[in-house]
Structures are given as structure tokens and as C-alpha cells.
């Protein structure tokens, strides 16, 4: 069975930087593809950014390009976002994800982790 973990939320001022990691576990995930999104209070569960599991392909929602950065460690079948520069509308509870063609659809996914909640300050 898939299990994804999310961990290394907190919370931080604006400006900051704050690396989050996804434990991946339950199959081979060498051709899956691997998202983050986040959901702020009120709102819908939106796409932050996606790669493929193996290669550099990734894809990023508009609000976060240029200062949040997707990537994997296939020795450690860990998925991570590195995020700086982060801003008050940041904030939200981030959920990795995992599918098998790249999409930014959050119905699309079909394994999800329970979310680590990260709060930015002004």
C-alpha cells in the first residue's frame, strides 16, 4: 500500500525559507510522478508544483515560481519542496501527492499524505 509522509512544516517570518520532505513508501515509484499542493483555510486545494520522479522535468504553479524548487532522492525515496523567499499567502497545509502522468488536477492524484501545516508571518 502507498504511503506518503509529509514532515518539515512550521512556522516562519516572511522571507524565510523552509524545506519540506515527502517519505514515499509501498511500490516502485521510478515512473510516477510526484506533486505538492496546499490548501489555505476556505479555500480549494491548489497545485504548487510537480516532477517526475526520475529526471528533472518539473512544473510549478505561477505563484511560486522562481522560489519554490521540486525535487526527489531516489536513495532515500524522498520527495522534497525547498521553498524560500516564502510571503503570508504562503501559508497553508501542504499535501505531497502521487499519479502516473503529469498534471496539475488534484482529482488526478491518487495517493495522498496527510499534510504538514506551514504558517508565514508578516
Known amino acids: 500500500q502507498v504511503q506518503l509522509v509529509e514532515s518539515g512544516g512550521g512556522f516562519v517570518q516572511a522571507g524565510a525559507s523552509l524545506r519540506l520532505s515527502c517519505a514515499a513508501s509501498?511500490?516502485?515509484?521510478?515512473?510516477?510522478?510526484m506533486g505538492w499542493f496546499r490548501q489555505a483555510p476556505g479555500k480549494e486545494r491548489e497545485f504548487v508544483a510537480a516532477k517526475t520522479w526520475i529526471g528533472y522535468s518539473a512544473v510549478y504553479a505561477d505563484s511560486v515560481k522562481g522560489r519554490f524548487t521540486i525535487s526527489t532522492d531516489n536513495t532515500k525515496n524522498t520527495v522534497y519542496l525547498q521553498m524560500n523567499s516564502l510571503k503570508p499567502e504562503d501559508t497553508a497545509v501542504y499535501y505531497c501527492?502521487?499519479?502516473?502522468?503529469?498534471?496539475?488536477?488534484?482529482?488526478?492524484?491518487?495517493?495522498w499524505g496527510q499534510g504538514t501545516q506551514v504558517t508565514v508571518s508578516s
Open positions: 501527492a502521487t499519479t502516473s502522468q503529469v498534471t496539475r488536477v488534484v482529482r488526478d492524484y491518487d495517493y
Open positions: 509501498g511500490r516502485t515509484f521510478g515512473t510516477s510522478i
